[in-house]
């Protein structure tokens, strides 16, 4: 039987010896640990493992979930392929910045992710995905209840993992935000907590920052507070209009956007209340 790698990823209340616990469990089923990181934090311990192994991953699973039930009735366990893709499923509006660089790196196999679909509620952007061989789905925002709506079903279609809103500059709802709650991920062009909201360039010219960023952020129903994954800053000065704050910003935003998916498609990224823990 060949070797497999998977990758473990263990979120529960810290207790001593957990952290031998888990990789001796590895080791007791012939398990080789390639990649290690572990962090205490709150008095939970998360941990990620990457590990090869010739047992079978539905098996190893439950001994893993055997032994977090055993330490504590609060422990999520995740036992993951690193060869399988992750499905992210993007929505954007007219800007096309984040999609095409998303596009590029779908292409590129950047890292380990698949674009089922696009959801859009502008048609701009059709030809331009369709020409990847990927859906396009034109949903106008004109009845919230009902795109949202659409869009929830879209994604389930399309068995999404992940919702990444590249610009996509609408407002999810409650029902959205809490039918996929910590699967969806949002770049917004300001570094929060700074200028959240709408038209974060033009609030910040008006402060005269001299310095303007870009966060990933997981997305609640709190507008643009949730945790962070991922940001970075360019700097600026008086003489820069909120039109050329945006566009020299344009390039801090698709690589945050990047790096931010990136963690969470490799299982880097943990939520520890209104922060994040996240393993280079």
Known sequence: MDNHTHRLCVN??????????????????????????????????????????KGNRDELRRVFLNAAQDTTADARIHLADPELPARVVVLCSREGHCLYDLLARHLAQDFRFTIPCVISNHETHRRVVES???????????????????????????????MVLARYMQVLDAETCNAFAGKIINIHHAFLPSFPGARPYHQAHARGVKLVGATCH???????????????????DHGDSPESMMQRGRDIEVSVLARGLRGVVEDRVFVAGKRTVVFR
Not at 21 to 26: E, G
């Open 218 to 236: 997981f997305v609640t129903t709190d507008l643009d507070d949730g945790a962070i994954i991922e940001q970075d800053i360019i700097r600026v």
């Open 132 to 162: 990847h061989g990927i859906p396009f789905y034109y949903v106008p925002s004109d009845d919230k209840v009902i795109a949202m709506r659409e869009i929830r079903r879209l994604f389930k279609e399309h068995q999404g993992d992940w």
């Open 12 to 53: 529960l209340s810290d207790k001593p010896g957990l952290l031998a616990r888990f990789s001796n469990l590895i080791a007791e089923n012939g398990g080789d640990i390639s990649s290690a990181h572990h962090h205490v934090e709150g008095g939970r311990l998360y941990l990620r493992f990457v590990f090869t192994s």
